[in-house]
């Protein structure tokens, strides 16, 4: 979709429809009434009269407008109470239009910030249509050979700033809105793909091609001689029992010319996530496939820090791998000495993300961090616990967590904090070996978070559990079910604010 903006009229930009918003309590905002040029104003006011419109959320109408050559319709979306229109509805409601538009098969829609008849920035609110509509059409199809012809695409989004004050912000705000959907549509893209398509050799050409494309970019790919050679024996325990060979995936995006502490972003990369010889159970297994959602958010966010030129120094480590069953896969009651020294007995094979992580964790330490942070698929228990559309969030570190929670009031990206009190850390002792990778039943995703944080040292780090919204199972406006890519545009907003919150 192309994305631009213009200072204008948005009843002359030649779109094929004109999105405006109603609600409840305002049927038309004022601004919206002043723009409407006389045949499309009176089609709408005779709705509202008529009490076809109500402005609830999620409402929707097309209104065609007689002798309107420039802009023959207009889609209305309602957005229920003015003061409960935050960012998230305001997105959710242009993703809801682009979406009706593109069922229309029109090519291009207009909007314009100024006419929304609310209190928020018109940058904010360019940024929120762009988001919305880029996030919410988003379609996976590499795979679908039938029938190609009827994937319709909308192809322009036309951005009308109509006084034209704020038009360089509104440029800018689109842009960089721009930037971080593809981010995540990059992500969303890596998550859908299946496991045979996305090995970890597969992940790691992709963030090769990411630094390819981009000079601020330094990847380094280790390979599993080089981790013996490091002694991650725990990420290459996990490996063993599959034929795909691992990856330990490094990139390096330099935003400064200084040599500033990098903060470390640790992405789970389980390509796929059978179980091991603790075997999954076989339905909805294919669902394995999104245990590298964690890896693909960090890829999308590092790429997207490059193209945003955020003034940092950050790292990307993925450790990228199978987990399966196999002659030579590691068993339960196995003991791995892992790249810390610390041992760890292995219970269940199928708690493996902890492990790599374990690895990965002790790996960025050497870095001296200002910030380390991992995101990870890591529990089924964090769905039970917080439900599926909630990140558990765990750490050491009071500023971090709070900038964090702080970027997901912005993204919408909800997070919940959960305790790393000290008796979680007996259910996680071993007799045998300094650990065990499994605590029992009982709150299990802080029994996870508590093994990651005996790897975490003493630099600020925090802990994010997306096993529940990394897979959306019914569609949601800005994220059609399947893959979510959260925790892409969490990460990038908590490094947008990054200065500012120091
Ligand atoms: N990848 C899974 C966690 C998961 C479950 C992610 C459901 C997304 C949806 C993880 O490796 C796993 O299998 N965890 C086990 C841990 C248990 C053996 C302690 C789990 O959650 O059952
Ligand atoms: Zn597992
Ligand atoms: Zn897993």
């Known amino acids: 979709m192309k994305i631009s903006s213009e200072q204008g009229k948005i009843m002359k930009s030649r779109a094929d429809a004109a999105v ?20 499309s104003g009176i089609m709408i006011r005779k709705m509202i009269d008529g009490g076809d419109v109500k402005g609830k959320d999620r409402e929707l109408h097309v209104i065609y407008i007689p002798d309107s050559p420039a802009v023959p319709r207009i889609i209305l979306v309602g957005l229920g109470k003015k003061k409960e229109a935050d960012l ?22 207009s909007v314009s910030p100024e006419l929304c008849g609310l209190d928020v920035e018109a940058a904010s609110i360019a940024a929120a249509a762009v988001e919305g509509m880029k996030l919410g059409l988003y379609q996976f199809t590499p795979f679908k050979t039938e029938e190609r012809e009827n994937l319709h695409e909308l192809a322009e989004l ?55 494309k981009r000079k601020s970019i330094h990847v380094n790919i280790l390979d599993e001689n080089k981790m013996k050679e490091l002694g991650m024996n725990a990420l290459l325990g996990v490996t063993r029992g599959s034929r795909e060979e691992a990856r330990f995936i490094i990139m390096d995006y330099h935003g400064t010319k200084g040599k500033e502490r990098p903060i470390v972003l640790i992405g789970k990369g389980l390509t796929f996530d059978s179980g091991g010889i603790s075997l999954k159970p076989a339905e909805n297994m294919e669902e394995m496939k999104t245990d590298m959602a964690g890896g693909a958010a960090v890829m999308g966010t590092v790429m997207a820090a490059a193209d945003l030129k955020l003034p940092l120094r950050i790292i990307g480590l993925i450790p990228a791998t199978e987990n399966m069953p196999g002659g030579l896969a590691y068993k339960p009651g196995d003991i791995l000495k892992t790249l810390s020294g610390l041992t760890v007995e292995v219970i269940s094979t199928d708690a493996e993300g902890r492990l790599i992580l374990a690895d990965a964790l002790y790996y960025a330490q050497s870095y001296k961090p200002a910030a380390m942070v991992d995101v990870a698929t890591l529990t089924g228990a964090c769905i039970v616990a917080l439900g599926e559309s909630v990140i558990g969030m765990m750490g050491t570190d009071e500023k971090l967590k709070q900038k964090l929670k702080y970027a997901s009031e912005t993204t919408g990206e909800k997070l919940w904090e959960l305790p790393l009190w000290p008796e979680y850390f007996e259910s996680i002792k071993s007799d045998i070996a300094d650990l065990k990778n499994v605590g029992g039943r009982p709150a299990g995703t802080i029994t996870a978070g508590a093994f990651l944080r005996k790897f975490a040292g003493d630099y600020p780090w925090v802990h994010l559990d997306i096993a529940g919204p990394a897979w959306v199972k019914k569609d949601q406006p800005c994220i059609p079910k399947g893959a979510s890519g959260v925790g892409v545009r969490l990460l990038i907003q908590m490094l947008r604010n990054w200065e500012r919150m120091d």
């Open 88 to 109: 998230e509805k305001i997105r959710g409601a242009f993703a809801l239009a682009a979406g009706k538009a593109r069922s229309l098969k029109l090519r291009s829609i």
């Open 158 to 212: 036309v951005i009308c700033s109509e006084n034209g004050t704020s038009i360089e912000e509104v440029k800018k705000a689109a842009k960089e809105a721009e930037i971080v959907a593809e981010a995540v549509l990059f992500a969303r893209n890596l998550v859908s793909m299946p496991s045979n398509e996305m090995t970890p050799r597969d992940m790691a050409n992709e963030a090769l091609d990411i630094a390819k």
């Open 20 to 39: 405006f918003f109603c609600y409840e309590d305002d049927l038309l905002p004022n601004a919206a009434s002043v723009a409407l040029n006389e045949p």
